[in-house]
C-alpha cells in the first residue's frame, strides 16, 4: 500500500530518531556496543539531544537514563525522555515521551573469544502522548545484535550493530537498523568517537535514512565525563528528511566489578531504537 507522509509525521518522525535512539546513541552514538557497566556498576546519563530539519525543531531536555549492571556481563536500563517538538506549521509541544527498558547479555567475551558480542532486547512503552507527536502510541521491541573488538593496545574500539525494531499492532512500521562505529583514546581524558548508520523502513515509501555522527567525549574525573556528537542525514535534502543532529551530555559512573568493562568507563549505554519508521503515517 502506498504511504501518504505528512510534514507533521516527517518532522516528529525526525526528531524521534535522534531522542529515541539515541534515546540509545550507546556512548553519545546510535549504534551501540556490546559492553556493560561491570557487577554492581551503576552508569547514569543526563543530557540533551537535539534534531533541526526544515519541517522541525525537537529535542530531549532532559533525557534521564539509568544502566546497572547485576552481573559481569549483563546491563539492565530505564529511559526517560522529556520533549519538546516545534513543528512547522503547528504548535509547540511539550511533555515526558515514550520510556524504554532494556537487558543486555554479553555472550561472547572478548577475552576467551578475541571478540565481544551481545544481545540487547528492548520494550519502549507507550507512555507519550501521540496526538501531540510525543509518543509513537504502540508497544515496540528493539531486537539488536553487537559485536565489538578492542586494537592497539585497547585504544581503539570498533563495534557493530544490527537490530529489528518490531512495531506491535502496525508491521508497516517495523524497520531494521545497522550502523559500525569507533571510539579511539587519544589522551587519559580524551575519547574521539564517531559512526556510519543506516535506518531502513521496509514497508514505507520514500528513501532510507543513512546518518553520520561525530563527537569527543572529555573525562572531568573517573567517575564523571562530558559526551557530544554532531551529525547529519546523508539523504536527499529535496524529501523533506535531511536534518542536523546535536548531543550533548554528562556521563556519570560509579560501582562495578573491577573487570575490562566495569562501570568507570568513559562510554555512556543509553541508545534506543529510532522510531523515524515507527512514526511515519499511512
Known amino acids: ?21 539515541n534515546l540509545e546513541a550507546g556512548n553519545p552514538l546510535q549504534t551501540n556496543d556490546p559492553e556493560t557497566p561491570g557487577q554492581n556498576g551503576w552508569e547514569v546519563n543526563l543530557l540533551q539531544s537535539m534534531r533541526f530539519t526544515r519541517a522541525a525543531f525537537g529535542q530531549a531536555l532532559p ?3 539509568i544502566n546497572y549492571g547485576h552481573q559481569e556481563n549483563d546491563q539492565w536500563k530505564i529511559s526517560i525522555p522529556v520533549i519538546e517538538l516545534d513543528p512547522h506549521p503547528g504548535g509547540r509541544h511539550w511533555g515526558i515521551g515514550d520510556i524504554q527498558l532494556g537487558w543486555k547479555y554479553r555472550f ?35 531486537l539488536p545484535l553487537s559485536v565489538g573488538k578492542h586494537f592497539l593496545d585497547d585504544k581503539l574500539f570498533v563495534y557493530g550493530e544490527a537490530a529489528h ?31 556510519l548508520a543506516d535506518l531502513v523502513v521496509p514497508d514505507a515509501t520514500g528513501p532510507d ?40 551530555g554528562l556521563h556519570i559512573t560509579w560501582g562495578g566489578g573491577g573487570g575490562d568493562t ?8 543509553c541508545r534506543q531504537p529510532s522510531l523515524i519508521a515507527s512514526l511515519l503515517r499511512r
Not at 507512555?127 to 528493539?142: A, I, Y
Request: aromatic share 14%; proline share 3%.
Open 1 to 21: 500500500m502506498a504511504r501518504h507522509i505528512s510534514r507533521f509525521a516527517i518532522a516528529t518522525a525526525i526528531l524521534w530518531g535522534l531522542i529515541a535512539g
Open 63 to 65: 533525557l534521564l537514563n
Open 108 to 142: 561472547l567475551e572478548e577475552a576467551d573469544y578475541g571478540i565481544q558480542a551481545s544481545i540487547y532486547p528492548q520494550p519502549l512503552l507507550p507512555t507519550g502522548q501521540e496526538d501531540l507527536g510525543l509518543g509513537n502510541g504502540r508497544v515496540e521491541l528493539f
Open 165 to 195: 525494531n518490531v512495531v506491535f499492532e502496525d508491521v508497516l512500521r517495523d524497520s531494521w537498523f545497522f550502523g559500525i562505529a569507533a571510539e579511539w583514546q587519544i589522551t587519559e581524558k580524551i575519547e574521539l568517537v564517531g559512526e
Open 209 to 248: 535514512d543513512p546518518f553520520f555522527n561525530l563527537g569527543f567525549n572529555y573525562q572531568f574525573s573517573k567517575h564523571v565525563a562530558l559526551q557530544t556528537a554532531f551529525g547529519r542525514s546523508l539523504g536527499n535534502e529535496t524529501d523533506g528528511r535531511s536534518y542536523f543532529s546535536s548531543y550533548v
Open 262 to 269: 566495569e562501570g568507570d568507563s568513559i562510554r555512556c549505554r
